[in-house]
């Protein structure tokens, strides 16, 4: 019996896999070597972003380029890669990104290094989102090729946008739409399989202790990006080291004279994966309630604040429990806490359903805040996203996730947020893979010990080959308002 054209496909792209495997562990290990942390402080005309986080938007932009892709830069912000359509058509993409959120403490293997272990590659941005990133540029790759040996457009021009913004405002895709049509469809390799359908409203905001006047604690610091649950806290104290008594999960030191630094440890994860983790913020502060004499009153209302904020992930004791047959139920999470000045600030990030607002949160909080003598500031409030999961486009790529894995192909929605919220027409798809058991060392995103199953990746990406071919099949047209 001849093989059809789909069964020629895929022998095609395993051929393909087979052949450029090491170039892409070598190109996804270019990128992580970058320490690619958003620099404000930096920025300058062309770096938006600071000159690491454009580092790797330049190097990733010269992989495109150097896998035959066309390549276009936004001012420094965003960029792109793109193989030839037909003229007047529309055009499908891909969006991944190039910057991380920061090491962070824990690591037992080099954080800026692919390392390969046990059949995992680890380091900062292996899974978010160096290396689903380079996956989706030699996806297209093979569509270059396959352009250049017919000497045929693809029916819809292919585009990788490269991000470089998304782990905190992502400024950077809507500088993109400001100067670029939507897609037709896009996807954003930057999640779980089987695929992202619908995304929680994301919500962040700060609370601020009143003046601390006469206070035992020096110095509060915690965690290191709002947006995940801190693994590590500390506190400067006022007391000798002598009387602070040895606690679990606890550390007591020396710092100076009449001094104490005490450390706090958790289990760190992302704000919108809260179960299992423990936030060391929490554990800090019922320690020094428990512990440290002489605290004033005000420290003492701040503490049991803290404790409020970071003990509980489903916002019950803040007063912004809700949830809703889509997306579940609402988290909230204390990131960072930090000291300024004679204040401490406390921020906290929030993902919630279709069934609460950014709105009614902030009423909520601020009244929160007052029982503490706190004041709450709102930050960003962006809506949920959901795109209809029986559409022709999601059906294609849970069809092809299916037939590779031999697992069922279902949607679903999450807490995170990816870029695929900011597109009319859009998904997150892969390349984690929730279903698999991973050896206990395995760190997750944004923690310590990033890490990714290699086999998940070479299979991911001949998933993004086949389905960008299936997604050129389909009738497409662009967006409309």
Request: charged fraction near 25%; proline fraction near 6%; aromatic fraction near 8%.
């Amino acid at each position: 019996m001849a093989q059809t054209n789909d069964d020629q496909l895929k022998a095609k792209v395993d051929a393909y896999v087979d052949e450029v495997w090491e170039d892409v562990v070598e190109d996804i290990r270019t990128l992580v070597r970058i320490e690619s942390v958003e620099d404000l402080s930096a920025a300058e005309p062309g770096k938006p972003y600071g000159p690491k986080a454009n580092e790797a938007l330049v190097a990733a932009e010269s992989i495109a380029s150097r896998l035959g892709l066309a390549v276009t830069d936004l001012d420094g912000c965003i960029g792109y890669g793109e193989v030839t359509g037909r003229e007047g058509a529309p055009y499908v993409a891909t969006i991944a990104h190039s910057d991380i959120v920061p090491v962070g403490l824990g690591w037992t293997v080099p954080a800026l290094d692919v390392t390969r272990r046990e059949g995992y590659l680890m380091g900062r941005g292996v899974l978010d989102d160096k290396g689903p990133l380079v996956l989706s540029l030699w996806a297209a790759h093979f569509f270059a090729l396959q352009v250049k040996e017919t000497g045929e457009s693809l029916p819809y021009a292919l585009r990788c946008i490269i991000g470089n913004n998304e782990e905190t405002n992502m400024a950077d895709v809507e500088h993109y739409l400001d100067r670029c049509p939507e897609p037709a469809f896009c996807f954003s390799p930057d999640a779980d399989f089987p695929l992202i359908c619908g995304e929680k409203g994301l919500f962040g905001g700060s609370f601020t202790s009143e003046p601390m006047m006469g206070r035992v604690i020096e110095e509060l610091d915690g965690g290191t990006v709002s947006n995940a649950i801190p693994g590590q806290a500390t506190a400067l104290v006022r007391v000798d080291a002598e009387e602070l008594p040895a606690a679990a999960h606890v550390g007591v030191e020396p710092a100076g004279e009449g001094l104490a630094r005490v450390t706090a440890h958790g289990k760190g994860g992302h704000a919108s994966m809260p179960a299992g983790t423990v936030n060391a913020i929490c554990v800090l502060a019922d320690y020094l309630l428990a512990n440290v004499p002489g605290l004033t009153d005000t420290e003492k209302r701040w503490l049991h604040l803290e404790h409020e904020v970071c003990h509980a992930s489903d916002g019950k004791p803040l007063g912004i429990a809700s949830a809703d047959d889509k997306f579940g139920e609402l988290t909230c999470i204390g990131g960072t806490v930090r000291t300024k000045g004679d204040r401490f600030v406390q921020t906290i990030d929030a993902r919630y359903p279709t069934s609460t607002s950014g709105s009614r949160i902030t009423v909520e909080l601020r009244r929160f805040a007052t029982r503490f003598n706190a004041n709450f500031e709102e930050g960003r409030d962006v809506e949920p996203f959901y795109i209809d999961p029986s559409s022709p486009e999601i059906t294609t790529l849970l069809e092809t996730y299916a037939e590779y894995t031999g697992r069922e192909g279902k949607a679903f929605t999450i807490g995170g947020g990816t870029y695929a919220r900011h597109f009319r027409r859009a998904c997150a798809f892969g390349p984690h893979e929730p279903y698999a058991k991973e050896p206990s060392w395995v760190g997750i995103e944004h923690g310590p010990d990033e890490a990714v199953s290699e086999e998940s990746l070479r299979r991911a990406l001949k998933i993004y080959i086949v389905s960008i071919a299936r997604l050129m099949e389909l009738e497409l047209t662009e967006p409309t308002a």
